[in-house]
């Protein structure tokens, strides 16, 4: 059993990307999904969809890679682990890697990118950052 499932989402994109793999298939659930969609936004990953087979759900994730053959994500870290949670305010969101990163944060108006959540002046749990 998995406990944490957006940590296990990024490993499977870092993996993918390592083996030059084009597609790969991520456990389902409401956060993987908007961290995968906020991916698709910024240009790092092709596509995503979400693929039901009766049941259970997956999303499928295609990467994106630049004209030598390597990903795009140079480096996709998790912030916010089950056993140590980090939150940060508003202004400590501003800018990551002087705006060539983004930091995935999870707030009360849902999962949003750096710039959407500085945007509108809020703050939340800091769950992934990529760049």
């Known amino acids: 059993m998995i406990n944490?499932?957006?940590?296990?989402?990024?490993?499977?994109?870092r993996n993918a990307g390592m083996r030059r793999i084009?597609?790969?298939?991520l456990v389902h659930s409401k956060?993987?999904?908007?961290?995968?969609?906020?991916?698709?936004?910024?240009g790092?990953?092709?596509?995503c969809n979400v693929v039901e087979d009766g049941v259970k759900k997956t999303i499928k994730v295609v990467l994106k890679y630049?004209?030598?053959?390597?990903?795009?994500i140079n480096e996709l870290k998790r912030v916010s682990k089950p056993g140590r949670r980090v939150y940060k305010g508003k202004e400590e969101i501003k800018r990551f890697k002087n705006g060539y990163g983004?930091?995935?944060?999870?707030?009360?108006?849902?999962?949003?990118?750096?710039?959407k959540a500085y945007e509108l002046g809020i703050g939340g749990e800091v769950m992934c950052t990529v760049w």
């Open 102 to 115: 983004t930091i995935i944060v999870s707030t009360s108006h849902g999962v949003l990118p750096n710039d």
């Open 22 to 25: 084009n597609v790969t298939t």
């Open 66 to 72: 630049n004209e030598q053959d390597r990903t795009v």
């Open 31 to 42: 956060s993987v999904e908007a961290v995968a969609n906020i991916l698709v936004e910024k």
């Open 4 to 13: 944490d499932l957006v940590s296990d989402a990024l490993t499977r994109i």
């Open 44 to 47: 790092y990953l092709e596509s």
